[in-house]
């Protein structure tokens, strides 16, 4: 089985859209995300047009059909007197039927080859704490950074890609976009999947 991981283009994002809202669709995430309904693709589409790197977006493709996507985002770590640029990734999605087939491991281990290639020094995020250290991610709290209430826990991770970056961050709490927030109101998702709707 070959996973190929490729730069997400225009005509992928209905078909991206999709494999988010159903990779996110499972119950405990319905009831525990709070707001009855999957949202993570009205996101993907938010970042599309603010705050995501379009470069770090990325599709993984099994026998010529989408199956799984990643995007990553601008964060930064404010400390006292200075402002760490880091990257911040999610939605990471794979299509129910295909998951546990290596396809999010390829699409995570590629984000980071491509982060480090396009000059990031570190990745910042929050995520699934049982999936991630496999890759090296560890707790943020190595490094001595909070998130932007100054609390640290198993779920909120990073990794360098610059030896040494966040050692300017030491101290520092942890800002992503605010996206992620604006995603957690149900009228906007409502919305937004209406349009869709007409779309077809
Ligand atoms: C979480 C998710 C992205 C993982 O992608 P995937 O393609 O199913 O996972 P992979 O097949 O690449 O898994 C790689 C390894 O991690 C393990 N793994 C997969 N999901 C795991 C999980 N939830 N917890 C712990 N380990 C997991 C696999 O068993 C595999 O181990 P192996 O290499 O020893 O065989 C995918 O299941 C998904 O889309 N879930 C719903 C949405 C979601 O939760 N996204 C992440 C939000 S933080």
Redesign the pocket.
């Known amino acids: 089985m070959v996973i190929s991981v490729r730069k997400e283009q225009e005509k992928d994002y209905r078909r991206v859209e999709e494999i988010t809202r159903a990779?996110?669709s499972?119950p405990e995430r319905i009831e525990r995300g709070g707001i009855g309904c999957p949202y993570e693709h009205w996101m993907v589409h938010a970042l599309r047009e603010r705050d995501g790197i379009l470069e770090l977006s990325l599709v993984a493709e099994l026998e010529g059909m989408i199956v799984?996507h990643i995007i990553c985002s601008k964060a930064e770590v404010r400390t006292s007197d200075d402002v760490v640029p880091v990257l911040n990734f999610?939605?990471?999605?794979?299509l129910p039927a295909y998951?546990?087939?290596?396809?999010?491991?390829a699409l995570i281990k590629n984000m980071i080859c491509k982060a480090a290639e396009l000059g990031f020094g570190a990745i910042l995020f929050f995520?699934?704490p049982?999936?991630y250290p496999?890759f090296g991610f560890k707790e943020a709290s190595v490094w001595g950074i909070t998130d932007s209430d100054g609390y640290n826990y198993p779920s909120f991770m990073g990794m360098e890609l610059v030896p040494g970056y966040l050692s300017r961050a030491r101290g520092g709490k942890y800002y992503e976009s605010d996206i992620y927030d604006d995603g957690l109101n149900r009228d906007r998702v409502k919305e937004f999947d209406r349009s869709q709707e007409k779309t077809i």
Do not use: N
Request: proline share 5%; glycine share 28%; no cysteine.
């Open positions: 990779a996110f499972y799984g999610g939605p990471l999605s794979v998951q546990g087939k290596g396809v999010g491991k995520g699934r049982e999936y496999q």
